[in-house]
């Protein structure tokens, strides 16, 4: 990567170019390597600077910012969320991402961050069932087939050893775009009528369903003991999948708290209900499942340092892949001090 | 501009493009354009979103991300300010932004800011100066030769009839330096050997040094009646170029209060000392310069609204220069709910 000693340039990944990182490395081998740096990072949880995302609203969707740093790199994350992009052939949520060197500010990796994200989501959401489920679940139900679930299926096979899919939507076709993707991925595929035939015999349910209005798409009686909910599709004010009582049954554990409270499911309720940061969990310091008959709930949403480390990690496959592009994304004139005559003297050159 | 149409792509401006644009626009024209957009936005002040910057500090310098939004169109900065680099031959500052359609949440432009930022730092400081300075001014000195002189020099020609400068620096190299650049410019120039003989007969100051800690650049004794002075270079916490005695003599605009407080010179002030924003001089519900022997001070510390507005004139010179590349940053699928088809397509096409 010798290239990058040029101070002016930027590795990029691009679209094109995340696709083939991960199929050269293989997506169930790039979940499982994404999750080990997670599981990494979310074990020195404490060095990080943690800020809630910035967020600027508007009557269409959101834009946000969510940047954190561990002392060394600093991240962060641009992205959108707009609910009617869809109707225009858009995506709801677009994102990219800037890793950067906290020693002299310059950025190291721009890269784009949509295909990341869906990675990352999933590999967090894997690497909390591996602290939180059964160890014997080998069952998960997907409630909501759209984006996000192919990532679920394959990161918690790779990850948890799941075999079996019960996939459950209200739009019976993207339960059937997901079956499509996934054969040939040696997972058994059940396509359900209802999120109740979905869950029967579920280990692990997974909720990812689009909804912005508060949907109750699992309600109590549908949750029996020993299962473990990873709960993804909740992740803004408004917008919540599960029932409350759910909530009073499980344990839950969560990224951030100050973000999941405002974002959550646990936004239905009170600010002091008790929740285990999933990080503690990780480092030992809590528990996480203590016997076969409890419910426990991963309430994600998504924190920033999930995206740090999704950049760290893609960072790391540069030098080897060579799937990047270099971007004359920074000034640098001979003498620092001369940026006009660097101007000037381009001119020069340009005859 | 039709390619702009696929959904994917976002236009780049490079450092390149960027020095292309520049002299195949003119320095001075992109200065007295750019200063447009920069007072329309000024005089629609009230629309915009603003949020103080977002810092993240280490023990070498800091990373910012600057986000504003006018309900239309969203935009962000990305700066770092690392005093050290210089030493490393690396810039102290570089920057990149984004405008982003707030209806959609996705990037429209993405632009180096490095030698943008020098240009919209210039353009604002002579849009105050049009308000604030005598209109007869002609001569100006400036003290600090660094990376901002020449963006200063020019944009004062260009924007206010200065026709003279007296150059200062601590390093004659500087002077030197910005000497050469500003050759076959038409400014008449003096190279002087202190601060004190720089400002002799200078109907403007401009005070643009790079030194970390508290200085003093000017004292009370150099600054007589009438004049303006322009000080760009107190720009954060613990950075500022001016004796508070001038401050208590002067009549103080700034861009955004709560932010210059912090970051400018009027730190050196109480919380409460008086202070005019410069959007109300310009839209006329404040005064500005109300006699000949006033001393006027624009303490500028560099705002998010004015980089929005650099963002937003370079977007409009993209279609009729052609001087961007397009950028792979957003995943497009077919079916927007199908991001892992379009993961398995792309393996096809690679075949």
């Known amino acids: 990567m010798s290239a990058i000693a040029n101070l002016n340039i930027v590795p990029f990944v691009s679209v094109d170019h995340m696709m083939k990182l991960v199929l050269r490395i293989g997506v169930e081998t790039f979940l499982t390597e994404l999750a080990e740096v997670i599981e990494e990072d979310f074990r ?3 060095v990080f600077d943690k800020t809630p995302r910035i ?18 790199l600093y991240g962060f994350k641009y992205v959108n969320g707009h609910p009617k992009n869809m109707r225009q052939g858009r995506q709801t949520v677009t994102a990219f991402g800037v890793l950067s060197d906290v020693g002299n500010g310059y950025p190291m990796l721009l890269s784009e ?30 409630i909501g087939n759209g984006a996000q679930a192919e990532f679920q299926a394959l990161a918690f096979k ?19 775009k997901c079956l499509r993707n996934l054969e040939g991925s040696g997972l058994a595929i059940t396509l ?27 309600t109590d009686n549908m949750v029996g003991p020993g299962v473990h909910i ?18 009073h049954r499980a344990d839950i554990f969560v990224e951030y708290p100050p973000q999941t409270r405002i974002e959550g499911e646990i936004q239905q309720m009170a600010p002091d209900h008790p929740v285990t940061e999933l990080w503690q969990v990780m480092t030992g310091t809590a528990k996480g499942r203590s016997d076969s008959r409890q419910i426990t709930l991963f309430d994600s949403v ?5 995206d740090f480390s999704a950049l760290r990690y893609v960072r790391s496959k540069l030098a080897a892949t060579g799937l990047f592009t270099e971007l004359d994304l920074l000034a640098d004139p001979d003498e620092p001090r001369d940026l006009y005559g660097m101007v000037l003297r381009s001119k020069a050159s340009v005859g």
Chains 1, 2 share one sequence.
């Open 44 to 46: 020195r949880w404490e």
């Open 55 to 72: 967020a600027s609203h508007s009557s269409d969707g959101v834009i946000e910012l969510m940047p954190t740093s561990d002392g060394t």
């Open 113 to 142: 961050m949509t295909i990341l994200t869906a990675l990352r989501t999933a590999a967090t959401s894997a690497v909390a069932a591996k602290y939180l489920a059964r160890p014997d679940a080998r069952c998960m139900a997907v």
């Open 158 to 176: 790779a990850i948890c050893g799941i075999t079996h899919l019960r996939l459950y939507d209200i739009d019976r076709s993207a339960s059937d």
């Open 192 to 218: 359900c009528h209802s999120s109740q035939e979905a869950v029967e015999g579920a280990d692990i349910i997974t909720t990812v369903t689009a909804d912005k209005q508060c949907a109750t798409i699992l």
């Open 230 to 247: 990873n709960a993804v599709g909740g992740d803004c004010p408004g917008k919540t999948e599960l029932h409350r009582d759910i909530l």
């Open 302 to 306: 998504g924190f920033a340092i999930e």
